[in-house]
């Protein structure tokens, strides 16, 4: 049998070890495949909204270092700068809609603040993808503002006039963690 190797980089905190006896990871989670110990890495889950519903996600690494460092500085967990996330073709990301003002909620609120982020494309749908496009979105007169809980909601108050748009071309890995009718 082959010697146990775990493998933690710096950008990511993986944990593969290559044989099939765990326990002799150091500083691994040597239960890992029977449950969670005290000693496995964890990721802050973070609360946003999909197809009106509330979704628990990750913030795994972002293409941007001001955004890493404002989700790092958010979760209490570092979120990588992985700049090569800029380049992944359009058709291979979502759409994640982050507010710059508006609803301040009691409770879970979105990186700048203001209302969690809302996603289109859930697990339960076909155009699902991880990687998402941050659109940034401001209320036109942040005195109006509302709670948006869905894309479909976003869009329509975009196409108001309620909201503009920013794309800055930033990517950011957000598996979804639970899911309108899921969960992993």
């Known amino acids: 049998m082959s010697a146990v190797r775990c493998v933690r980089p710096r950008a990511l905190i993986v944990l593969a070890c290559t044989s ?3 326990t002799g ?3 691994a989670n040597a239960g890992f ?3 969670v110990s005290g000693r496995a890495p964890v990721v802050p889950p973070v609360s946003g909204y999909a197809g009106g519903e509330e979704v628990l996600f990750i913030h795994t690494e972002a293409s941007d270092s001001t955004i890493a460092r404002t989700l790092t500085e958010m979760m209490g967990s570092p979120v990588p700068v992985v700049p090569s996330l800029a380049e992944v073709p359009e058709r291979a990301t979502a759409t994640v809609y982050v ?9 879970a609120r979105g990186p700048l603040e203001y209302q969690p982020d809302v ?3 859930p697990v339960s749908d ?3 993808r991880p990687l998402r496009r941050v659109h940034l979105v401001r209320w036109s007169d942040p005195d109006t503002a ?7 909601a976003v869009r329509a108050a975009l196409q108001r006039g309620e ?6 071309g930033v990517v950011v890995n957000m598996p979804l963690l639970t899911w309108p009718g899921g969960r992993r």
Do not use: K
Not at 146 to 152: D, I, P
């Open 163 to 168: 909201l503009t748009e920013e794309r800055p």
């Open 99 to 107: 507010f710059a003002n508006g609803v301040r909620p009691d409770g």
């Open 119 to 121: 996603f289109d494309c």
């Open 20 to 22: 099939a006896v765990l």
């Open 33 to 35: 495949m029977g449950g």
């Open 126 to 128: 076909a155009c699902y």
């Open 25 to 27: 990871c150091e500083g």
């Open 146 to 152: 509302v709670q948006l809980r869905s894309a479909e």
